[in-house]
T-cell receptor, first 110, second 114 residues
């Protein structure tokens, strides 16, 4: 079945720096790759997603890139702010369900 | 995107008892999913809740332990049966009809079994 690996598990940056989180997946049939942000005590919130027919997508300070050949995709956050501190999860589709990576705890210090 | 309400938001239960978690979506969706998130861990898919048919369970999850109902296109329940402390987790539901607007999650049910 689908397996999603996510790195790093923790990431600490200074405010204003960029943060990059990387994921790899195993199922070549996966065609949808969302990223979720989860704050303490809350459910995951979708922040950006990308489909297999697109190589890059950007939404303000957040961008996602996808390399289908290599089966990896990455989340890029520029100009990080303290409110970006949270746990970030990547996911890959398996049919209509999502399989999640283990998460990255991002800490942005001011 | 859909708005998903889950209840209860948290509960503390005695071992050996059962808890039913409710998930309400503000629009009709064909598919709903139930996930478990153990403390500090990622989300693990428990099952897919299909309206009009039995739920489809992932490896390691069985219907006797996690019975699921899906009476209509806006509602689903997950029951955690005969609970043990190992069942202490956050349980989350999501919709899954269309990736065109992403999958929305409820805020989760934080279950502690004592």
């Amino acid at each position: 079945g689908e397996n999603v690996e996510q790195h790093p598990s923790t990431l600490s940056v200074q405010e204003g720096d960029s943060a990059v989180i990387k994921c790899t997946y195993s199922d070549s049939a996966s065609n949808y790759f969302p990223w979720y942000k989860q704050e303490l005590g809350k459910g995951p919130q979708l922040i950006i997603d990308i489909r297999s027919n697109v190589g890059e997508k950007k939404d303000q300070r957040i961008a996602v890139t996808l390399n289908k050949t290599a089966k990896h995709f990455s989340l890029h956050i520029t100009e990080t702010q303290p409110e970006d501190s949270a746990v970030y999860f990547c996911a890959a589709s398996r049919g209509t369900a999502l399989i999640f990576g283990k998460g990255t705890t991002l800490s942005v210090s001011s | 995107s859909a708005v998903i309400s889950q209840k209860p938001s948290r509960d503390i239960c005695q071992r050996g008892t059962s808890l039913t978690i409710q998930c309400q979506v503000d629009s009709q969706v064909t598919m709903m999913f139930w996930y478990r998130q153990q403390p500090g861990q990622s989300l693990t898919l428990i099952a897919t809740a299909n309206q009009g048919s039995e739920a489809t369970y992932e490896s390691g999850f069985v219907i006797d332990k996690f019975p699921i109902s899906r009476p209509n296109l806006t509602f689903s329940t997950l029951t955690v049966s005969n609970m043990s402390p190992e069942d202490s987790s956050i349980y989350l539901c999501s919709d899954g009809d269309s990736p065109n607007y992403g999958y929305t999650f409820g805020s989760g049910t934080r279950l502690t079994v004592v």
